[in-house]
């Protein structure tokens, strides 16, 4: 595309009111300002012909292939010259996707010999794909009277994923804390689910492990030790629901529980198990078989990312029994989801048995802060009475199905969100504690 630069636009302006003169006060001299137009044009026409065209032009975008939310990342435009380039040229990036430019999409390239590039900054808003669709770039000639603009199209895709470096940092404060089995080879012999040898009893074991037969022929205390079984497999089960959309303090709650996940499943693939993730709202939307090694969490990373936003009703019958169809082994299986009344928990309620017989089950529900600040508030006026009676009404049916999951034999953890992460992995390191896994 060739098309006039703001230059040749006040020439022609110029041009026009001393067209007018010479018409006025020189009747026969008119054509003059018409051979002025006309030489502009004829001028335009050379500036366009010279210099660099339009064909001897090759353009690549770099950028990264993932970044985390809220994270501000250059997408650098590079545009080469098949001869000499032109002394300036401006680039402009097309985008779609949960990103944001702020300071434009536009941009002024740093020209050399060669060619030029340029840098766009982009914020990335939520999770998702990001997709660097189109890159324009446009240059003038030697008069700079005319633009030169090329489209050329990019179909690049960058994958927005949670912000992991909270997740590093608390899954070391815990790693540290609780000094998790199976890292090192001394802590894997005391507590666990496999017997590993018999050893004299002293002073701080478990007098369960005490093996009492053994002990009368040797005429002292002699105990069982036992090591923590490892490569155990985490699933973890991710509600992508109209419910688990709705915000807490400004942040979805679907993001949330992405992030608890990625750290439970840091610490797990730490410890030595096999974490996979598995999204669903009205039917199953991302699934990842079990996994292990620490190299696994890049995988579990990227289909955390493609995790999106659902509008939809959640369907447990289909989710549960598809999730079901494809575990051959025993698993602990992590549920994040939201029920917003005690009838659409019946049915999840219903699906869940199906798993209760051969899998351990942990529900992990976010607790709402803005219906138990409601319910406790002071009232002032008749409409916070009405507001606190519904907020009750809303918690008393929580409750109610939080009550029948754990009869069904349900685990059940109930946290803030600011929280939920720390909390589920305490309560993971609580089951390979106990042996449940």
């Known amino acids: 595309m060739i098309y006039p630069t703001r230059r040749t636009i006040l020439i022609a302006a110029a041009i026009a009111p001393v067209a007018l003169v010479i018409g006025v006060f020189a009747p026969a001299q008119w054509t003059s300002g018409l051979a002025l137009l006309v030489l502009l044009i004829a001028l335009c026409g050379v500036d366009a012909l010279a210099g660099a065209g339009l064909r ?10 993932a970044v985390s939310v809220g994270e501000t990342f250059a997408a650098v435009i590079r545009a080469r010259f098949r001869g000499r380039s032109p002394r300036r040229a401006e680039f402009a990036l097309g985008v779609a996707g949960p990103v944001a430019a702020p300071f434009g999409l536009r941009a002024r390239g740093e020209m050399s010999l060669e060619g030029g590039s340029a840098a766009v900054a982009l914020t990335t808003e939520r999770r998702g794909t990001a997709r660097l669709e189109n890159v324009w770039i446009r240059w003038t000639g030697p008069l700079g009277l005319a633009w030169k603009q090329r489209q050329m199209g990019l179909d690049q895709d960058v994958l927005i994923t949670p912000d992991i470096r909270a997740v590093r940092d608390k899954s070391v404060q815990m790693v540290n804390r609780d000094a998790m089995y199976g890292v090192k080879a001394q802590l894997q012999v005391g507590e666990g689910a496999e017997f590993e040898a018999l050893a004299d009893y002293r002073q701080g074991m478990d007098r369960r492990s005490i093996d009492w037969k053994t002990s009368a022929r040797h005429t002292r205390l002699v105990a069982k030790e036992y090591r923590t079984e490892r490569n155990n497999n985490i699933v973890i ?37 096999r ?3 598995f999204a669903f709202d009205s039917r199953p939307r991302a699934s990842s078989k079990p996994i292990g090694g620490e190299r696994a969490f890049a995988t579990l990373q990227r289909v955390a990312a493609g995790i999106d936003y659902s509008a939809n009703e959640t369907n447990y019958t289909l989710a549960i029994a598809t999730l079901a169809n494809g575990l051959n082994r025993r698993s602990l299986i992590v549920v994040f989801t939201e029920f917003a009344d005690t009838i659409s928990a019946e049915l999840m309620l219903g699906a869940v048995g199906s798993l209760l017989g051969r899998h351990l089950v942990l529900f992990v529900v976010l607790k709402d802060e803005e219906l138990e600040t409601l319910a406790a508030a ?13 907020a009750g009404a809303l918690l008393r049916e ?37 042996s449940l896994l």
Request: glycine share 6%.
């Open 56 to 65: 001897r032009l090759e353009v690549n975008c770099e950028g990264p292939r």
């Open 378 to 390: 002071e009232p002032a006026a008749p409409e916070d009475v009405s507001r606190a009676v519904t």
């Open 398 to 434: 929580r409750r109610l199905v939080i009550t029948r999951l754990r009869h069904l034999g349900v685990h059940v953890v109930e946290a803030a969100a600011a929280e939920a992460g720390p909390v589920l992995v305490a309560a993971y390191l609580d089951f390979k504690r106990r």
């Open 237 to 273: 089960a991710l509600d992508t629901g109209r419910a688990m959309s709705e915000p807490i303090a400004a942040v979805p709650r679907i993001d949330r529980a992405v992030s608890a996940a990625l750290l439970t499943a840091y610490v797990a693939l730490k410890d030595g198990d």
């Open 275 to 277: 974490v996979g993730f």
